[in-house]
């Protein structure tokens, strides 16, 4: 009995209980065996939330009668199989269990808290991700049960998708479901891999600018920040952190909002706020430090907050008045009454932090889904968003469920040097999961932390003390009013940087992401040493761009235009090499974009861009900012003409083909212009709307 897939993809089922998965476009086969006879064997073509399906459906027997399915879609070439007990059974049976699959490939997992990757082990929590050297894929991974499944590898190397072995037994109706997906690009098979678990669920997944957290820079008081635990001498918390608002103030800067550590409800039996070692004991504002409660400090600052949670303490009174398993809550009504306290004090975004720790239920079929299902859905209701914090695979995979799961924090505390590698790579797994990665707090003064936070598509959080914040640093990341401008998508490593970490090649990490314009898709590329090795060897395609580019190197200010298939070879000195690699259009110019901001075309401050022959191009304006300068490439003098707000200058740089164009806004808060080569007789005149040469 076979069923067929997308680009031919076939699956076949034995009557003796052999099953095999045949992908001829990458001439790979995986096989399995039931290790019992298929009986009942039925055939059907359906539709669910992925798209038509055909699936073949059978019983088997071993301890007990088990039903499965295999479920293949013509537009996809992804399989789903799935596997339940009628009656209550031991939790003895992986489906599938794939004895043959493409030999001697690399591989990735994720393992631990923060969901570090390992390019060695293959931990049982996480997604197995295999891959060859020419990128070709295919990722094995639970799509149900997220918080008790279990990947194994047995004695005889073969892949197994079940439940944890910690489960002994499974109750009656119990079902599990396993994805294979297979692809050609590491980095596209694992945004189909997501893509496909998400559409599984329902989840929206969140624009980068979804909530608060996305939108705006804020300023964090966690681990590692200025004011974790710790508030100026002179001052008390409320103070301090008014302070704190006050300086962004002077700066010019919007605070988009603050996020209150664990420092702020009390902890432990004495009920202190100070006490950093133990876990809640009630979730309210502390008195002290906020003397007239949660709501009354928020509308005095006046800036939105980020609220952090712990697990519940063992003396808490929590304990005698909800359901509570291992160190959390389980009942709705407490997560009820949370969210709405959250609400009603000016929160935006809570925070759920020690989930591989301290902050689990007992490890079972339920607790945990019921502890996360109920938060989610409780904060939905009052319209909150939420973040992930010490999350292990488990919980990127859930993840899934929830479309108010808007980020997740993918390194350990205090972004640092020696955490950007893990953060690459565990951001994209949240990437894949719809969910956008947070690099931690960091100072303002660490500019390549600056990049790299704004270059995430993720949130950007400052630490900084009173008095300290480098607003010159922060605003290459952010407009006057807090706004971060930033990429489309979260920085990825490219596919050559997944094999050099599978090889353990010393050679530079090169990470990249863009901000894409149809026709037109601005390439952003971030590299940085791992060992001795400092030269980048880098093609412009290797990164996503086509065609004729220009290769704007940011710290130089300096570029120059070539193929997407040449190579860029140069040495990284310093922390990073960051390069901004723009199409050259059918103008012959290209646009390198606000060159005063890190991604000098995201769509914050470039709304729109067309070339046509002729480029076309819109510039956003915050409140405040009187003039912004747009940089480009061009073998000629251009001329632009201003169809909303001015053009005050153009500059032209004939030795280095570099231009610049000075734009003022207009009435809406934004300059709206076209550029194209100048005419020799217009040189030196000036042109509509205060344009000059």
């Known amino acids: 009995m076979s069923i067929g897939g997308a680009d031919g993809l076939t699956v076949a089922l034995e009557s003796g209980g052999g099953y095999t998965i045949s992908v001829p476009r990458l001439s790979w086969t995986f096989a399995g065996n039931l290790g019992a006879a298929?009986?009942?064997?039925?055939?059907?073509n359906g539709s669910d939330r992925l798209g038509p399906y055909s699936e073949v459906a059978f019983?088997?027997?071993?301890?007990?009668?088990?039903?499965?399915?295999?479920?293949?879609?013509?537009?996809?070439?992804?399989?789903?199989?799935?596997?339940?007990?009628?009656?209550?059974?031991?939790?003895?049976?992986?489906?599938?269990?794939?004895?043959?699959?493409?030999?001697?490939?690399?591989?990735?997992?994720?393992?631990?808290?923060?969901?570090?990757?390992?390019?060695?082990d293959l931990a049982p929590e996480s997604p197995w991700v295999f891959f060859d050297d020419s990128g070709s894929t295919f990722i094995?991974?639970?799509a149900a049960n997220f918080m008790t499944a279990a990947n194994t590898k047995g004695a005889h190397g073969e892949l197994a998708s079940g439940i944890s072995p910690q489960i002994a037994a499974l109750p009656q109706g119990f079902q599990h479901q396993t994805l294979l997906v297979i692809g050609k690009g590491i980095n596209r098979t694992l945004d189909t891999w997501g893509q496909t678990l998400t559409m599984l669920y329902g989840k929206t997944r969140p624009a980068n600018d979804a909530d608060i957290t996305l939108n705006k820079a804020g300023y964090w008081t966690d681990n590692g920040a200025t004011y974790y635990y710790h508030m100026e001498p002179s001052m008390n918390y409320e103070q301090t952190l008014a302070a704190v608002k006050a300086n962004f103030d002077r700066l010019g800067i919007t605070m988009g909002y603050l996020q209150l550590d664990s420092w702020f409800y009390p902890k432990g039996p004495g009920a202190l706020w100070s006490n950093n070692g133990q876990g809640i004991y009630q979730y309210v504002a502390a008195a002290p430090p906020f003397a007239a409660g949660l709501a009354r400090f928020q509308q005095n600052l006046g800036?939105?907050?980020?609220?952090?949670?712990?697990?519940?303490?063992?003396?808490s009174p929590y304990?005698?008045?909800?359901?509570v398993s291992g160190n959390v809550v389980l009942d709705r009504k407490y997560w009820d009454t949370v969210a709405a306290y959250l609400a009603t004090s000016g929160v935006a975004t809570y925070e759920q932090d020690w989930l591989n720790d301290n902050a689990q239920a007992a490890f079972n079929l339920t607790d945990e889904d019921t502890f996360l299902d109920n938060m989610a859905a409780a904060m939905a209701d009052r319209h909150l968003t939420m973040q992930y914090c010490m999350a292990s695979a488990r919980h990127f995979l859930q993840s899934a469920k929830y479309s108010n799961l808007t980020t997740i924090r993918t390194?350990?505390?205090?972004?640092?040097?020696d955490k950007w590698s893990d953060f690459m790579y565990t951001s994209r797994l949240a990437s894949a999961m719809g969910a956008w990665p947070f690099t931690d707090n960091f100072l303002s003064t660490e500019a390549t932390h600056m990049l790299i936070a704004t270059l995430s598509a993720g949130p950007v959080g400052i630490g900084d003390a009173i008095g300290a914040i480098h607003g010159a640093n922060l605003k290459r990341a952010v407009r006057k009013d807090g706004v971060i401008v930033k990429p489309d998508v979260p920085v990825a490593p490219i596919e050559t940087s997944f094999l050099n970490m599978a090889h353990a090649v010393d050679t530079p990490q090169i990470a990249s992401t863009y901000s894409d314009f149809g026709a037109l898709r601005t390439n952003y590329v971030f590299a940085y040493t791992q060992g001795s090795n400092t030269r980048v060897k880098l093609r412009p395609a290797d990164a996503g761009a086509a065609g004729a580019v220009y290769v704007f190197d940011y710290a130089a200010g300096v570029g120059q235009p070539m193929d997407a298939e040449d190579t860029i070879e140069r040495s990284i000195s310093g922390d990073a090499l960051y390069l901004v690699v723009a199409p050259i259009g059918p103008s012959g110019m290209a646009l390198v974009g606000d060159a005063d901001q890190f991604v000098t075309m995201g769509k914050k401050r470039v709304p729109a861009v067309t070339d046509d022959g002729t480029i076309r191009v819109t510039v956003a304006f915050a409140d405040g900012e009187a003039s912004r300068v747009i940089t480009g490439f061009s073998p000629w003098r251009p001329a632009a003409h201003a169809f909303e707000g001015a053009v005050s200058k153009v500059e032209y740089n004939a030795v280095t083909q570099q231009f610049r164009v000075t734009l003022e806004p207009g009435p809406s808060g934004s300059a709206t212009l076209r550029i194209l080569r100048d005419h020799p007789r217009t040189v030196g005149h000036g042109l509509p709307n205060g344009t000059a040469q």
């Open 38 to 44: 298929a009986a009942n064997v039925q055939v059907a």
């Open 59 to 120: 019983d088997f027997v071993t301890d007990a009668t088990r039903h499965a399915s295999i479920r293949t879609y013509w537009d996809r070439t992804e399989v789903l199989f799935a596997v339940s007990n009628s009656t209550a059974a031991a939790n003895s049976v992986a489906f599938p269990n794939l004895r043959q699959y493409p030999a001697n490939l690399n591989h990735l997992s994720y393992s631990g808290t923060f969901a570090p990757p390992t390019f060695r």
């Open 140 to 142: 094995l991974s639970p």
């Open 303 to 315: 800036s939105p907050l980020v609220t952090h949670a712990r697990w519940i303490d063992a003396a």
């Open 319 to 323: 304990r005698r008045t909800y359901t």
């Open 411 to 417: 390194s350990a505390d205090r972004m640092s040097r």
